[in-house]
């Protein structure tokens, strides 16, 4: 495939939070994507990788993938205890748990979560047209 119509990137998950944070805001802009759901798109791989870190076996990578159409972004980890029916429809003010997967799915255009035994899979897609929304 042209590698203008398609571009990927891998990588792993730490503590340095800020470097994948940059990381995903420069490939998400040099994507196409507008400032503010670039920042929106940050958001949202910041809370899957800090799930990775705290409650997913601490290890995985975020892999990062765009095409002419979209940008998807699949936060993987090494327990796969996270399942679809973990996903909130609103957020918990309770204070016994974090609000983000929540945020995620207000952040972007898609969120899925694949899990089987030893990998879970959280997927974030954006896409690059405003009118895709």
Same mark, same amino acid.
């Given at each position: 495939?042209?590698?203008?119509?398609? /571009?990927?990137?891998?990588?792993?998950?730490?503590?340095? =939070?800020?470097?994948?944070?940059?990381?995903?805001? =420069?490939?998400?802009?040099?994507?196409?994507?507008?400032?503010?759901?670039?920042?929106?798109?940050?958001?949202? +791989?910041?809370? !899957? !990788?800090?799930?990775?870190?705290?409650?997913?076996?601490?290890?995985?990578? +975020?892999?990062?993938?765009?095409?002419?159409?979209?940008?998807? +972004?699949?936060?993987?980890?090494?327990?796969?205890? =996270?399942?679809?029916?973990?996903?909130?429809?609103?957020?918990?003010?309770?204070?016994?748990?974090?609000?983000?997967?929540?945020? *995620? %799915? /207000?952040?972007?255009?898609?969120?899925?979560?694949?899990?089987?035994?030893?990998?879970?899979?959280?997927? =974030? %897609? *954006?896409?690059?047209?405003?009118?895709? %929304?």
């Amino acid at each position: 495939m042209n590698d203008n119509l398609l /571009q990927e990137r891998c990588w792993p998950i730490d503590w340095e =939070l800020s470097a994948l944070r940059a990381r995903v805001r =420069l490939a998400a802009c040099r994507a196409g994507l507008t400032s503010r759901r670039a920042d929106d798109l940050v958001i949202a +791989v910041h809370e !899957a !990788a800090l799930n990775v870190l705290e409650h997913g076996g601490g290890r995985g990578c +975020v892999y990062f993938r765009h095409d002419q159409d979209s940008i998807t +972004v699949h936060v993987i980890d090494i327990c796969g205890r =996270l399942s679809a029916d973990h996903l909130p429809d609103q957020p918990s003010w309770s204070g016994a748990s974090g609000n983000g997967l929540w945020l *995620m %799915r /207000q952040a972007c255009d898609e969120l899925t979560i694949d899990s089987r035994p030893g990998r879970g899979v959280v997927r =974030l %897609r *954006m896409y690059l047209s405003a009118d895709s %929304r």
